[in-house]
Each structure stands twice: as structure tokens, then as C-alpha cells.
């Protein structure tokens, strides 16, 4: 590249000086705009790697895209060991004892509703075919870089009871959980309430969700997650959303958030991860709530997800995994979200409904009826639930148990309040 400033000699030094100062200027921003492109090109070429060619597109109210992407075209046969996948379009055995929603009191059902996906409202995708949220070049350049997009920025996990401070204190995370370990587990399953947490600053996040975790904490740490977040950075806007995530090596080189790498295989038509789910609760309002059932099929060992009673939304292949290829060693339940303490307070980020358990039944957000599965693959009580969180005055946890609701708790929080500064 050659600079196009023409400079004249002059006879004093400083002028040449100043000539060669400004022509490097320019040659800067010439790199700058020729690197900018690059970028762009690098961002395009991986926005055509994730968005397949569509069937049909859905434009839904929220700004978002759905595509509608034929099963076998879909991301997770990039996966070189996908390539001669043969689809499983149905568990073999899905796992026995789900309880049993006819159970549950008619008070109760008039207490919660199931809810939807807001892009629902415009349209369906074709049999065959799977929902895609399609990623835009916006999503792409709000990460640090191309290759991070999709994944998590840091280890996430919440570590109870451990002995090392940095397991505990990583990179401003908090959680309010309750978890078992101790165990061998085959899945799990948990009604999550549905929330809209404020989120203070765009880089912070708040979800809440299931943890399958295989291994110890270690750089080989397995994990498949799934519930629900306000993420910013990720989606460009404050909805609730419907996500996913695994790793098989502690949030390092292997998985992502949603269908943004290789690995998960979906069968269902009518979920889209990533999408925005409507409507949300309200404070001492009408609550809506969403579950999740995770479970390691006993015949070809995938690990299925379940949508409501409903969606059987797909698996991720046991070869993705190492320890999970086996069994998961602790299950957690609860909230996280990030403090990035950036003006030496703590953020105002809010957890769940942003309202301590305390308050209870439609002021608080709760986890209802979870369960695990074990190793005959049966759904069970969980035996031995502990609870954790960081720093009580920002966000908690109370469990309880009750014929309507089975083992539940109540979690989350304000974050900044007076007793957490
Ligand atoms: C998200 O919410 C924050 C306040 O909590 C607000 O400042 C921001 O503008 C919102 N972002 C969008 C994209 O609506």
C-alpha cells in the first residue's frame, strides 16, 4: 500500500518531520480501513457458515429472524464426526415417574400458565425442517472476536463449598443455587419461572437454568445447560430468551450457546433456541413458567432435552463428551449472573424477578418439581439438595417441599441494595 500524501522537501527538518508524521497518518488509517474489511470478510464468512439456506423465513415482532432450515442441513452436521449421523428422531426411552401435572391441584394450574415463543405469532416452519434464530452481523461484532462468538467469555460454573478462591470468585459471577452431587445422574428436570431481570450494563448477564455437570472442576470439566437469559451482548436486546449451552473442556475450545457451533442435533420444528419466550411474569402478576427436562438415553447414551410436556427438542451425541459420556457427577439449578463491579459498587443487575425469596409466590422467581433421573431411568426426589450463593445480601436461596410444587426453591435478587453495597 502506498501512502498518498506527497511531501515536498522542505528545508527545515521539523517540516519533513511533520511530513513524514502525517503521512503516516494516513497509511494508518489506510491499514485501519484495509483490517476493518478484513474483519468484515472474516464476520461474512462465518455468518454464511452458521446461517444454512432457509426453506422459509419468519420474521418475528422482536427483530429477530427465524429460518427455517432443512434437519439434515443444520449446524451440527459441520461436525466431522456428524458427517454419516444417522438422525435419531425419537428417544428410545424417555425416562419414567415424570410428575405427574394431572396431580397438581386445580388452584395450582390457575396459578401458572406454559408459555410460547414470541415468533409463533407470524408463522410455523414446514415438517422436516428446523426454527434457526438467524445470527446478523451486529450479533458477530458485539463479541470479542469472531472466534469467541456463541461462547462463553469465562468458566461459569458455581462451584459450592470449594476450597480454592478462584473457583469461587470467578471474574465477578454470582450465583444463588441449589445443587446434589455425590451421585451418579442420568438427567434432570426442573418448571423455571419466567422473568424479565433488568440488566445494569450491556456486558452483564442474568439467566437461570439447569447445570449437567460431569468430572471435577478441572480444565476437562463437561457441561449441558439449558434455561432461560437476558443477554445483551449476545442477542442485542433485553428479552427473555430460550438457550442452551455444553462444553466438554470447561468453556474453553469445544461448544457454544444454542446452535452456534456443532453438536447439538434438533428434531423439533416449532422451538427455536435462542428466540424470545412470551409472555413473562409480573410482579404479583400473572406467573408463566417453562420446563426442562435433560436426560442421558439409556439405549445409544445421547443426552435428549425436553421442552414442556411437549417438545422433545433434540440431543447432543454422548461422543461429544468425555465424563458424560458416562454419567453427570452433580446436577445445579438456580440463577447466575455478572457483577462487573466496574465503579467499585455492586451492579444492580437483577436476579430472577429481582425480588429475594423472602417474598414468595409471584414476587419471587422459583424452581419448581425438580427432579433427577437415575441410573434405571427414573425421574426421583433429589436426595441430599444443598444450596449456595456467593454473597447472600445481593442474591439468595430458601428450598421447600410441598405436594403441589415437590421440591422447590425460591431464588435471586436486586443485586445493589443497602446490604450489598
Ligand atoms: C436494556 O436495558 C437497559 C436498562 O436496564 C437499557 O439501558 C438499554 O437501553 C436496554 N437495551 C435495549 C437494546 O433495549
Known sequence: MTSAVHCSTGRLAASILVCYWLGGLISLSYAARFSASRQRLEVQKHLNRLNKPAVKSIQSPDGDIIDCVHMSKQPAFDHPFLRDHKIQMRPSYP????????????????????VRQLWHQYGKCPEGTIPVRRTKEDDVLRASSVKRYGKKKHRTVPVPRSADPDLINQNGHQHAIAYVEGGKYFGAKATINVWEPRIQRQNEFSLSQIWILGGSFGEDLNSIEAGWQVSPDLYGDNNTRLFTYWTSDAYQATGCYNLLCSGFIQINSEIAMGASISPVSGYRNSQYDI??????????????????????????????????????????????????????????????????????????????NIQVVDSSNNLKAPKGLGTFTEQSNCYDVQTGNNDDWGHYFYYGGPGKNPNCP
Open 291 to 368: 420446563s426442562i427436562l435433560i436426560w442421558k438415553d439409556p439405549k445409544e447414551g445421547h443426552w435428549w432435552m425436553q421442552f414442556g410436556n411437549d417438545y422433545v427438542l433434540g440431543y447432543w451425541p454422548s461422543f461429544l463428551f468425555s465424563y458424560l459420556a458416562d454419567s453427570a457427577s452433580m446436577i445445579e439449578w438456580g440463577g447466575e449472573v455478572v457483577n462487573s463491579e466496574s465503579d467499585g459498587h455492586h451492579t444492580a443487575t437483577q436476579m430472577g424477578s429481582g425480588h429475594f425469596p423472602e417474598e414468595g409466590f409471584s414476587k419471587s422467581s422459583y424452581f419448581r
Open 95 to 114: 425416562p419414567e415417574g415424570l410428575f405427574d401435572e394431572n396431580k397438581v391441584s386445580a388452584k395450582q394450574k390457575e396459578r401458572t400458565n406454559p
